[in-house]
């Protein structure tokens, strides 16, 4: 019996099923602390800043390939010499670094500093959003001051694979070929 192609060619749709791959996105969340033309905040070791970011993924995230938090900031001596240290960490605690130096001994001036955030922080995936709470703490004695201008997070990610409409149609063209293959094979045989 000659078997027409057309199961060969349905084989083929069935098994180039392909999904759509998107170029990397980058979302950014950036705080801002102070009010009106007032584009900063100062505060001391008493009473801490505590900051979240929230972040969402549309389409949501397959993978993250970088996550960074950008805190621009002055003040701070960087130095348990003279009395004062700061540091970064999450609200959970877990610590992701120290500040550097951003002030002078006559002059303070504010310093741009960049964190790689772990990979262990990052949400699970596939994840349409994203909050991560953030909070300074000083590390020494005595009563010190940080002001801060504006706080960044930027994640760079993959969205989740999506099946092509192209993709779907050909499929779906490919079961009503077969089908229709099946019933016309089945009037051949009852005759």
């Not at 100062?42 to 800043?49: K, R």
């Not at 960087?78 to 002059?107: D, H, M, P, R, Y």
């Not at 772990?118 to 959003?129: E, H, N, Q, T, W």
Request: hydrophobic share 40%.
């Amino acid at each position: 019996m000659n078997r027409p192609p057309i199961l060969g060619l349905l084989l083929i749709l069935l098994f180039s099923a392909a999904t759509a791959t998107a170029a990397p996105i980058t979302v950014i969340d950036t705080f801002q602390w102070g009010t009106g033309s007032a584009t900063d905040q100062t505060f001391s070791d008493t009473s801490p800043p505590l900051w979240t970011h929230t972040l969402n993924f549309s389409p949501a995230a397959g993978s993250i390939t970088d996550a960074t938090l950008e805190l621009r900031h002055k003040g701070n001596v960087g130095s348990a010499f003279f009395g004062e240290v700061w540091a970064l960490s999450t609200q959970g605690n877990i610590a992701l670094g120290s500040l550097s130096n951003s002030s002078l001994i006559i002059f303070n001036y504010y310093t741009t500093q960049t964190f790689s955030l772990p990979s262990f922080l990052l949400p699970a995936l596939p994840v349409g959003s994203w909050t991560l709470g953030l909070r300074l703490y000083e590390t020494t004695g005595g009563t010190d001051f940080i002001t801060l201008d504006y706080s960044k997070l930027s994640v760079t990610y993959e969205p989740v694979a999506t099946p092509e409409p192209a993709t779907l149609t050909l499929l779906g063209s490919g079961f009503a070929a077969a089908a229709l293959w099946c019933r016309r094979r089945q009037k051949r045989q009852s005759l």
